[in-house]
């Protein structure tokens, strides 16, 4: 059996990376004694798959991890839906299991049907109007032109298909209006390479610096071409949760 959990990651855990939030679940998943799948060989190591990393100092409202659960440890009494609740009790401040669901293992793995992203991205040091024409020229454009470096040399890429959408809103904190805080929701496409929120905003003419940046939702295509979000491909239980 396979289940899939949605987490979220936000306030000062932002701060720790995705290698130690792996293990942070490890820890977890031990104390909560889910019987968990682990690999052979001579270090085993517990069946889990992350989704897509998100960067360090980041926040998520939609991270995902699937779990292989080991059938002969499953018992009858085995509840999915008190696991986000016992998972949590767990988890450091700041990680909170928000769902879970069983899926079919036969599904890709989340790095390969995961297409695209929707973040909010607060900027400072700009006004709307600024921030607004800079993105007006970005989606006007043919081609978003970035150097990256990949295998120790330096490649070209272009970013524009993959910049989907970009919107420019203006957000209210603590009730006052700020003129020189600008929010920008944006889906930004993550196949065949994902783009990085700070090379979009690194590309635009004025570049604008990031401050603060949350992942809203992951979006797969389903095979009828319809895009949802990883928990809508939910398995059916078709047999009791301790069933072989």
Request: glycine share 4%; hydrophobic share 40%.
């Given at each position: ?22 293990r942070i679940w490890?820890?977890?998943?031990r ?8 690999s052979?060989?001579?270090n085993?190591?517990?069946k ?30 085995l509840d999915?839906?008190?696991l986000?609740?016992?998972l ?10 928000t ?8 599904m890709?793995s989340?790095?390969?049907?995961v ?6 991205i ?11 024409g800079a993105v007006?020229r970005?989606?006007a ?6 150097t ?28 006052v ?7 920008l ?31 809203l ?7 009828d071409?319809?895009?949802?979000d990883?928990?809508?491909v ?8 301790g069933?072989?």
């Amino acid at each position: 059996m396979r289940i899939r959990i949605q987490f979220s990651k936000l306030g000062k855990v932002r701060f720790t990376s995705h290698r130690d939030v792996a293990r942070i679940w490890e820890r977890a998943l031990r104390r909560t004694r889910l019987p968990v799948a682990y690999s052979e060989g001579f270090n085993p190591r517990p069946k889990l798959s992350f989704g897509l990393a998100l960067s360090t100092g980041h926040e998520s409202g939609a991270e995902y991890l699937d779990i292989d659960l080991d059938p002969d440890r499953i018992g009858e009494d085995l509840d999915v839906e008190s696991l986000p609740a016992l998972l949590s009790a767990q988890l450091p401040v700041g990680l909170t299991a928000t769902a879970v669901v069983v899926i079919d293992r036969r599904m890709p793995s989340l790095q390969q049907a995961v297409t695209s992203c929707t973040w909010q991205i607060d900027v400072t040091d700009v006004d709307v109007e600024t921030a607004r024409g800079a993105v007006e020229r970005a989606l006007a454009s043919d081609t978003i032109v970035v150097t990256r470096e990949r295998k120790g040399k330096q490649v070209t890429d272009d970013l524009r298909p993959l910049v989907l959408s970009v919107e420019v809103e203006s957000p209210i904190e603590e009730g006052v209006q700020n003129d020189q805080s600008v929010r920008l929701i944006a889906e930004l496409g993550i196949q065949p390479r994902a783009v990085r929120v700070s090379e979009l905003l690194a590309a635009l003419d004025p570049p604008l610096t990031e401050s603060r940046v949350h992942r809203l939702h992951q979006w797969i295509i389903t095979d009828d071409d319809q895009r949802t979000d990883p928990l809508a491909v939910a398995a059916p239980l078709s047999a009791p949760m301790g069933a072989k």
